[in-house]
């Protein structure tokens, strides 16, 4: 059996989703088809959720008319049968009653994350009419009956396999699921998610539950690229990576993954294949347990970061001062990217400020404290790349004239590191695309 996970610019259209009707009916493998909510839906219902956080119940309600026009619209190009059109009614009636109802109710982050959940109800409810109406045999699984996290907001595993295997035991002779990405319960048992861009967390931690042949991860674009093709113009599709090099591009920000999704499928040695819903014959990107070559394979950039510095005359010569330093971070729950010190200061980089205030005083107790925010990581990735003799020559030579904050090499033999700027970032990609791929 394989998981084939469609992003939301796969189901963000009517005809985009009759093409992966196309896609999931080819071959006679058993599948667990993972949608994402149609692109654009789960930033409109978090812009829903925002004003409704404020009390502008107003702007909330707007908001919620444009997101139901556009259903109206989509439904109509979706289904054609009357049958199947009522059906489509019934469920846009279903969930934006429910929207309706929160203008009434205050909110809440439990809420907040109802609110959320909405995009890939719609989603599934409305791709498995259309298979319907097309009399494709398959059944809907409700995610919410079987994606579990705990109270730190990490998934159980054990627990997602033993309710989905209960799920797929109810359906023996059906062969095509569909179900949710992003959405799950929670500690509290309630509706959750597993944060933004989370479907491929999802579709990943499914092919570990069942032991999935493959997890096939189908977005807008031909698998993993050389570098951001949002901001380089020349980027090139990676054939193969290893999961450890996958790992790091989606942690330090290559969209196309999301940063968690890889884990599971490592743990479980599940071959991942990327693929373009828009060509599906490209070959893509296949990551696997070995990397097929050395060297850089990508470039990305990981922004919203904020670099904490402490500085310390105590720290000279002293032991143990790493230590209570990285307690500080612990106690806050604020994981750390990079790290540089010297005799007398230590730096460290987050992209989570939000106990940042807290860390801050805590940290006052060792030193003077001071913080740079609006910075990038941007990190050069592929297998043995810090072993390559002429790379740290490369790099830098492309990047004479910009100031590099931090530098993070050695730590990691598949990744080097550099922190700069944000408003560096694109200057900085290009430059690397040329001096590290030459393109
Ligand atoms: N190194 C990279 N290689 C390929 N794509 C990248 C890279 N870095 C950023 N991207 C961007 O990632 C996008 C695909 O990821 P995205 O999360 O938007 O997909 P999606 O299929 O819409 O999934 P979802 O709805 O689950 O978020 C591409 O359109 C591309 O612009
Ligand atoms: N719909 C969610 C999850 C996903 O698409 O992966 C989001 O936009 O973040």
């Given at each position: 059996m394989k998981i084939m996970k469609f992003g939301g610019t796969s189901v963000g259209k009517p005809q985009r989703m009759h093409e992966v009707a196309r896609l999931i009916t080819t071959g006679n493998e058993g599948k667990i088809v993972v949608l994402s909510a149609v692109s654009g839906t789960t930033n409109s219902l978090v812009a829903i959720s925002q004003q409704l956080a404020k009390g502008d119940r107003h702007a909330a309600k707007a908001l919620i008319g444009d997101l139901r026009a556009q259903y109206d619209a989509f439904v109509p190009e979706l289904v054609q049968t009357a049958a199947a059109r009522e059906a489509a009614a019934a469920i846009l009636h279903e969930h934006f009653d429910f929207l309706s109802i929160i203008l009434r109710i205050s909110w809440s982050e439990a809420l907040n994350k109802d609110i959320l959940a909405q995009g890939e109800l719609l989603s599934t409810k409305l791709f498995s009419t259309y298979l319907t109406e097309q009399g494709i045999a398959h059944a809907l699984l409700p995610a919410l009956d079987f994606m579990r996290i705990d109270?730190?907001?990490?998934?159980?595993l054990d627990t997602i396999r033993e309710l989905l295997q209960a799920q797929l035991a109810q359906h023996r002779d059906t062969t095509l699921f569909i179900t949710q990405g992003f959405i799950c319960r929670n500690a509290r048992g309630e509706v959750d998610n597993?944060?933004?861009?989370g479907s491929d967390y999802s579709a990943s931690l499914m092919a570990a539950a069942i032991t999935a042949s493959v997890c096939e991860i189908w977005t807008?674009?031909?698998?993993?690229?050389?570098?951001d093709p949002r901001v380089v113009e020349r980027t090139v599709p990676i054939g193969q990576l290893s999961f450890d090099e996958a790992a790091e591009l989606a942690y330090f920000g290559?969209?196309?993954?999301?940063?968690?999704?890889i884990w599971p499928a490592q743990q479980y040695r599940i071959p991942v294949r990327l693929l373009n819903t828009?060509?599906?014959s490209a070959p893509g990107t296949l990551i696997t347990q070995v990397a097929a070559a050395r060297g850089a394979k990508a470039i990305a950039a990981k922004d919203g970061i904020t670099a904490v510095n402490i500085k310390s005359?105590?720290?000279?010569?002293?032991?143990?001062f790493l230590r209570k330093v990285f307690e500080v971070f612990e106690k806050n729950r604020t994981s750390i990217d990079m790290i540089t010190t010297s005799e007398v200061a230590v730096s460290v980089t987050i992209d989570?400020?939000?106990a940042l205030p807290e860390i801050l005083e805590e940290l006052a107790a060792f030193g003077t404290v001071s913080t740079d925010g609006g910075q990038t990581i941007i990190s050069i990735v592929g297998?043995?790349?810090?072993?390559?003799?002429?790379m740290l020559q490369r790099i830098f030579s492309s990047l004479e004239g910009v100031e590099i904050r931090m530098v993070s090499y050695g730590?990691?033999?598949?990744n080097i590191s550099l922190l700069v700027d944000a408003d560096k970032k694109k200057e900085v990609l290009q430059r690397l695309n040329k001096g590290v791929f030459n393109l």
């Open positions: 109270a730190y907001e990490e998934p159980q597993l944060k933004r861009g807008d674009i031909s698998g993993m690229h050389n570098n290559a969209k196309i993954l999301h940063p968690a999704s828009m060509e599906p005359s105590r720290m000279l010569l002293a032991y143990g989570n400020d939000s297998h043995a790349v810090a072993s390559d003799t002429s730590g990691s033999l598949h």
